[in-house]
């Protein structure tokens, strides 16, 4: 493909991506928030789940410590997008390495999130690791949304900053119409 065809396709994706997280981040927050039963659903990462653990989501992401080769020696190296599992005790995936990484939520000290269109990321400060961890990419609110509540509980779910776009209806064409957030 050319490099238009293949700008096209990837924000295609993109959009639809962005739309799918969104409608999964707000479902989640309201049924994290009324303490509802999860919808699970299966999932390809390949992780063993602990007794008691429920799947939320499985998002396609980019993470800051997954770093591959570049696809040509003068482009930099980027992380891959790949499938991350996030349940009700933590959130996992399989890196460029083939195996398993998994950061668990009771270890999470701290949590950024913004999930304006193109800006989308997430992250979190997990007691003793050196690094912040950054997921970034359309698909990140559902993430958000699980390290939103497991940080400041439910009522955050309509409270916190980094979920404001989540509160906002738009029509099919994606524009803003109203705010459905509370005061």
Known sequence: MS??????ALARWEDEVRHW?????RELALDLYYDRQTAIQPYGVGVVLDAGEKVWAEVPVRFNLDWTPPAKPSEPAQPAVRSWLVTSARVVGRLADDR?????WE??????????????FVSLDIDSE??????????VAPMAVAAVFH?????????HPGLAPLRVVTDTSGSPIASTGHK
């Open 151 to 159: 940080l400041y509980g439910p009522l955050a779910m309509i409270q």
């Open 3 to 8: 490099k238009r065809k293949d700008a096209k």
């Open 100 to 104: 398993l990484h998994g950061y668990r």
């Open 21 to 25: 997280a969104t409608q999964t981040g």
């Open 130 to 139: 050196p690094t912040t961890l950054t997921w970034t990419g359309p698909a």
């Open 107 to 120: 270890k999470t000290v701290g949590v950024r999130a913004d999930l304006t269109p193109e800006r989308e």
